[in-house]
């Protein structure tokens, strides 16, 4: 078990480029899920996954979002045209199934120059 | 939407005191999971509570799930230096996904 893993750690990035992040979940994990966290707050549900199925996206997340997990394994995470307001920590985290212990990364902390 | 709070949102105690936040759901939960999560770390998970009126203890640490889930509690006992973290209960509705609370901030005086 080598826990959850994302890449990059950190990203500096001007307002308007286009990011992509990166999760390994722990392997034979079905469960993926996406949550941005600001400081003093909760992580803020994004969307997650079932093996490769996408099953819910937060109604919050604008169309600029948008995450893959192509095999049932590793997920992306894309933004688009990123403005200020995108600057958080990014965190991955998976489970063996629904309504199991999530195992969360150490987080993608992005920064909107 | 669903909406979890928690109360309060710091708290300082001297070592040795005890410790007890409280996480209250706006609608009905299939479970709570809790976490905790050090400074500069990721949340990591510590209980996971699912029938009504549920009670789990993991040594100085217990957890309480309300009779008509929709709160619960985490009560430390003679908290410790090495408590510090801010904690987290994480509701799940029936949609299989978890709506994290906003925390409570927990620092332990020396």
């Known amino acids: 078990d080598t826990g959850v893993s994302q890449d990059p750690r950190h990203k500096i990035t001007k307002r308007g480029q286009n990011v992509t992040f990166r999760c390994d979940p722990i392997?034979?994990?079905?469960?993926l899920y996406w949550y941005r966290q600001t400081l003093g707050q909760g992580p803020e549900f994004l969307t997650y996954?079932?093996?490769?199925?996408?099953?819910?996206k937060s109604r919050l997340l604008s169309d600029r979002f948008s995450a893959e997990r192509p095999k049932g394994s590793f997920s992306t995470l894309e933004i688009q045209r990123t403005e200020q307001g995108d600057s958080a920590m990014y965190l991955c985290?998976?489970?063996?199934?629904?309504?199991?212990?999530?195992?969360f990364g150490d987080g993608t902390r992005l920064s909107i120059l | 939407g669903q909406q979890v709070m928690q109360i309060p949102q710091y708290q300082h105690v001297q070592e040795g005191e005890d410790f007890t936040t409280y996480c209250n759901s706006s609608?009905?939960?299939?479970?709570i999971q809790w976490y905790k999560q050090r400074p500069g770390g990721h949340p990591v998970f510590l209980i996971q509570?699912?029938?009504?009126?549920e009670v789990k203890k993991q040594k100085r640490l217990t957890f309480q799930f309300g009779e008509a889930k929709k709160n619960s509690s985490l009560h430390i006992t003679a908290t410790q230096t090495t408590d510090v973290g801010t904690y987290f209960c994480?509701?799940?509705?029936?949609?299989?996904?978890?709506?994290f609370g906003t925390g409570t901030r927990l620092k332990v005086l020396a």
């Open positions: 392997s034979e994990h079905n469960r």
């Open positions: 996954f079932q093996n490769e199925a996408q099953l819910e």
């Open positions: 609608t009905t939960l299939s479970n």
């Open positions: 985290a998976s489970s063996m199934n629904s309504n199991q212990p999530q195992h």
């Open positions: 509570l699912v029938k009504s009126g």
């Open positions: 994480a509701g799940e509705s029936g949609t299989y996904k978890y709506i």
